[in-house]
């Protein structure tokens, strides 16, 4: 792992939040805000690690904009910003929730609180179940309530979610914190009145290759081996390819290979009882001595 290409990914994925932080979105296509901070992160000579995500109101995650997406955020929308950059596959991954409705400010402000306070005492070694003590306690004194099932994760070289959760609530203990491993810290908060969980929705517009296999249709298995050359195990947006596929065709051959198993997809996230979601995340990498805060 290189350290260097992590700082390099995440003062590239900082500089691309704190842009969209500082913009007024109302009246903005959610199409131009993903192309707008994608093109930011190529033009810093770096890839998105996956398609940016805009999800609005009571959808907490995995929203990208579809190829001819006309939706456009709206007074009083709250809106998840979640970016991701790869420098030779080392992520950097971090959100910000943009809030044009001034009821949501204090839970906006609570979620950033929370991250704040997580962050600070990440250190090797730690339990990743005090991260969630202190999430939640922080929801329980803001009065908010945390997203239960969705967590925080470890990153690896071109993996988003390389097989460790960093809980959002209180939880029995779980792995310590290991030096010079990047985690992604995101909590998630909704209103008291919200269930705190999230289920998945129909639509889908982001997908990954799962596993690389033959499967004797030309089109599809060219299809595959054109995935694999751009993106390995990223995520993708089907826009991404539409500059060398057809939109129709590209979509039938999707879900083929989805059928086969060998493409995944990551369904839209939606709060259990339709309350809005708001979210802050960083990526930190543990120290002996403390915490490299990599997207600060
Ligand atoms: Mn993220
Ligand atoms: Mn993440």
Redesign the pocket.
């Known amino acids: 792992m290189s350290i260097e290409d992590y700082q390099k990914a995440g003062k590239i994925a900082a500089e691309v939040r704190d842009d969209a932080r500082k913009r007024y979105h109302v009246g903005e296509m959610l199409l131009s805000i993903c192309e707008r901070v994608e093109n930011m992160i190529r033009e810093r000579g770096a890839e998105p690690a996956f398609p940016c995500n805009v999800s609005l109101n009571e959808v907490a995650a995995h929203y990208t904009a579809e190829p001819n997406d006309q939706n456009v955020v709206k007074d009083n929308d709250v809106l998840k910003i979640?970016i991701?950059v790869h420098v030779n596959g080392h992520i950097a991954?971090?959100?910000v929730t943009a809030c044009y409705n001034p009821k949501y400010d204090s839970l906006v402000n609570a979620t950033e609180f929370a991250l704040q306070e997580a962050v600070k005492i990440v250190k090797a070694d730690v339990n990743a179940s005090d991260i969630g003590k202190i999430v939640e306690n922080t929801a329980k004194k803001t009065n908010f309530k945390p997203i239960h099932n969705l967590s925080?994760?470890s990153?690896a070289q071109y993996t988003?979610?390389a097989g460790k959760s960093i809980p959002n609530i209180r939880t029995t203990r779980t792995f310590c914190f290991a030096p010079n491993q990047a985690y992604?810290i995101?909590p998630f908060f909704t209103t008291k009145d919200g269930s705190g969980i999230v289920y998945n929705g129909k639509m889908k517009s982001i997908y990954a290759i799962a596993t690389r296999k033959i499967t004797g249709d030309k089109n599809a298995d060219a299809l595959l081996d054109y995935l694999w050359n751009r993106f390995k195990t990223l995520p993708f947006a089907l826009r991404w390819i539409l500059q060398d596929y057809e939109e129709k065709e590209s979509r039938m051959m999707l879900e083929f290979l989805m059928k086969k198993k060998l493409i995944h997809s990551y369904p839209i996230l939606v709060e259990g009882s339709g309350k809005f979601v708001v979210q802050a995340?960083h990526?930190v990498i543990p120290t002996e001595n403390g915490v490299i805060i990599v997207t600060r």
Do not use: N, R, V
Request: hydrophobic share 30%; aromatic share 0%; proline share 0%.
């Open positions: 979640d991701g991954d971090t959100a925080g994760h990153l988003i979610h992604a995101e995340e990526t």
